[in-house]
């Protein structure tokens, strides 16, 4: 068998150095060029998948043409071992290599779950079991349980979680999303109470929680937020009802058809505030930052009325009197409703 001379062999050597070179680059060039499409795309990267999963599920959106490039990049450069499940999206102009770093990271595609400020713990379960990002872990848990699976036992839902916007990723447990809800007004009550002005008519920030979630119930405008507070509070100071309708609607509870009559005022429920003094013995809704601010801080009147002036703007004309609120029930309901 003939030998390569040692020319002979530095010049094969040199020839399959090139053409590695030349293929490492191609791949290289081919993995980090933008690529072209129109809308991103969501990869959905199951447990268990593999690289070629990848490259397969690239190729059914055409956009890889050499798998087997993604393939070799991912062996080694080791990330292949190191992609994490989940779902990613996928941009126009981005690299496929971008894609891969952010599959080695665990950066996946964040879903958007708003719980909205004044919702009772009803409508917020009824927004989780309709997203569908979330995993529906609570099946047939019934309303009054669900604070026992959480850890809660005892206490009541409603207005026990922050309403806000939630980022979660795929298949998030429903659970999952309760406590963070729960842990953030937990935290918010906490700090806010700490906080409050001084000769406040409150035992306990449970209290304060179930004024807010009345408060936020009654104000449509974030400015006259601390001034129904300061009603209402000024109210519980004199011994007065609070008589509020929002309390007297969650009292009536489902059987609720969008009017409120005058023997509902006079029908006693435990949340019925004509018919019963102080608080209502939870809250009625889930009150956001503004009313718990305005409860902790209150504006400072002798306002003890208020009336909508039911032109759609949300706003309210504040009274010390009697005298003065049957003028303004008077101008802006009464004569309004004739």
């Given at each position: 068998m003939q030998r390569l001379l040692p020319t002979e062999l530095i010049a094969a050597s040199a020839v399959v150095l090139v053409i590695v070179a030349y293929f490492a680059s191609n791949m290289f060039y081919y993995l980090h060029a933008p690529v072209d499409f129109?809308?991103?795309?969501?990869?959905?990267?199951?447990?268990g998948s593999s690289v070629r999963t990848l490259a397969g599920q690239l190729q059914s959106h055409n956009l890889l043409e050499h798998p087997r490039y993604l393939r070799i990049w991912g062996r080694l450069t080791g990330k292949a071992t190191r992609l994490q499940a989940g779902e990613y999206v996928f941009a126009p102009g981005e690299a496929i290599a971008d894609l891969i770093d952010a599959m080695v990271d665990g950066r996946v595609k964040q879903h958007s779950l708003t719980l909205v400020e004044g919702w009772t713990f009803k409508e917020f379960l009824g927004a989780l079991?309709?997203?569908?990002?979330?995993?529906?872990?609570?099946?047939?848990?019934?309303?009054?349980?669900?604070?026992?699976?959480?850890?809660?036992?005892?206490?009541?839902?409603?207005?026990?979680?922050?309403?806000?916007?939630?980022?979660?990723?795929?298949?998030?447990?429903?659970?999952?999303?309760?406590?963070?809800?729960?842990?953030?007004?937990?935290?918010?009550?906490?700090?806010?109470?700490?906080?409050?002005?001084?000769?406040?008519?409150?035992?306990t920030p449970y209290e304060a929680l179930i004024m807010a979630s009345i408060v936020e119930k009654e104000s449509a405008v974030p400015e006259e937020r601390p001034l129904i507070a300061g009603?209402?509070?000024?109210?519980?100071?004199?011994?007065?009802?609070?008589?509020?309708?929002?309390?007297?609607?969650?009292?009536?509870?489902?059987?609720?058809?969008?009017?409120?009559?005058?023997r509902d005022l006079r029908t006693d429920t435990p949340y019925n505030t004509y018919t019963r003094n102080g608080l209502t013995p939870t809250p009625i809704a889930m009150p956001g930052l503004g009313a718990l601010k305005a409860v902790m801080h209150p504006a400072d009147t002798g306002y003890l009325y208020f009336v909508a002036t039911g032109d759609g703007s949300g706003r309210h004309v504040f009274s010390v009197t009697l005298a003065d609120h049957e003028k303004a029930v008077d101008k802006y309901q009464r004569k309004r409703n004739k």
């Open positions: 129109d809308e991103p795309i969501t990869i959905d990267f199951k447990p079991a309709a997203h569908d990002a979330v995993e529906h872990t609570l099946g047939d848990v019934a309303y009054d349980e669900v604070m026992t699976v959480l850890g809660h036992e005892g206490q009541h839902p409603e207005g026990r979680f922050f309403p806000d916007t939630y980022f979660i990723h795929k298949n998030t447990e429903d659970t999952a999303i309760l406590q963070r809800a729960y842990q953030q007004m937990d935290a918010r009550l906490e700090q806010l109470w700490a906080e409050r002005d001084e000769g406040l008519p409150f035992k009603v209402f509070i000024n109210r519980l100071r004199k011994g007065m009802r609070l008589q509020t309708d929002p309390t007297v609607i969650y009292g009536i509870g489902d059987a609720y058809d969008g009017d409120i009559r005058f």
